[in-house]
């Protein structure tokens, strides 16, 4: 049995390990997501950053304000899912560019940190709706034999929590 809070940990870990996430605008007119790699922090509650290209769709359609955001997300071992609501924001601190900086970064930048093309993007999550993989070698069993109702056994692997 999982409790929300636990699952939050365990987006928050999952999330630390794993990095990668589709991100989107909301209602946008291209409301595709990109698969973004997560830059995180030490707390548990964001934000979370990416660095991207001054010339790429999301920064474009950001045009230097503040628009709500989605962030998809999916452990590599598909033992657990999420779908977080927040902010995006194009941020502009070079202190924060020098904090998180490192050689994965730096490899898509010829310039390095002064390259006139380098994005700093903020995602401030808000809430998530999150997943956790309720399948398992007894559970299948257990069902199979009529022994276990399967949405019984699956209602607390999942929660919404504000992030």
Known sequence: ??????????LWKALRSDMTVMLGLVGSEHGHTRP????????????????TSKDSALVQKL?????????????????????????LTEHTDRAV????WNSHIAAWYEDGRDDPKLALLRF??????????GSSLVAGIMTTLGLA???ESYKDNVATVRL
Request: glycine content about 8%; proline content about 6%; cysteine-free.
């Open 1 to 10: 049995m999982s409790t929300p809070e636990d699952l939050k940990a365990r």
């Open 63 to 87: 045009a230097g304000g503040t628009q709500d955001a989605g962030a998809h997300f999916v452990s590599k071992g598909h033992e657990l899912w999420a779908s977080i609501e927040g902010t």
């Open 36 to 51: 973004m790699t997560a830059v995180i922090e030490n707390d548990d509650n964001g934000p979370l950053w990416f660095f």
């Open 97 to 100: 560019v020098d904090r998180l």
């Open 124 to 133: 401030d999550p808000r809430k998530a709706e999150i997943w956790k993989d």
């Open 149 to 151: 109702d399967p949405k």
